[in-house]
């Protein structure tokens, strides 16, 4: 509607709709592992029971990085593929590993990946990205519990090779 002003009639402003883009975690249920056994179950108490939901890793042709994402009570929130990669490679970076924890409000982190050539030794960059990621979890507040590397003839663990 138009309005009348010393000057004649004044057109209505034109409106416009403000479009922004909003962002909320969406979960899907998956199934990460089949015929696994009966004492496998969501709480992480050690590297063998991670292992266990996660062993199937083993079979992959590409390197896999998969985080964890775990409450106060070490319970399972949800799992994050952060990167597929190579044959012997994938690219992983903290604010990519990140982003989905906090979005999920990640207490604590386990971080597994596989080595598609079975052997599970870490390796320098294994190594150099463990201790980085545990450094940013510790500025965000999000504790790492543990790395595992899945292979053939089953895992390394970090946690329990004192490294973390």
């Not at 309005?3 to 909320?24: D, V, Y």
């Not at 590409?62 to 964890?68: H, S």
């Amino acid at each position: 509607m138009e309005s009348m002003n010393l000057f004649g009639l004044e057109p209505e402003p034109k409106t416009q709709k403000i479009r922004i883009r909003s962002i909320r975690a969406v979960f899907n249920n998956e199934v990460i592992r089949e015929n696994a056994p009966a004492w496998v179950n969501t709480s992480c108490t050690s590297a063998e029971n991670v292992f266990e939901l996660f062993r199937d890793l083993a079979k992959e042709a590409k390197e896999n990085f998969v985080a964890l994402h775990l409450d106060a009570k070490n319970r399972i929130i949800c799992y994050d593929t952060v990167s597929i990669g190579s044959l012997n490679a994938s690219i992983v970076h903290p604010r990519e590993v990140y982003k989905a924890a906090l979005l999920s409000s990640a207490a604590a982190v386990i971080f597994i990946h596989n080595h598609p050539s079975g052997d599970t030794a870490p390796s320098r960059e294994d190594i150099e990205i463990t201790k980085r990621l545990k450094d940013a979890g510790e500025l965000l507040g999000i504790r790492v519990l543990d790395h595992l590397i899945v292979g053939e003839t089953g895992y390394y663990s970090f946690a329990n090779d004192g490294i973390l």
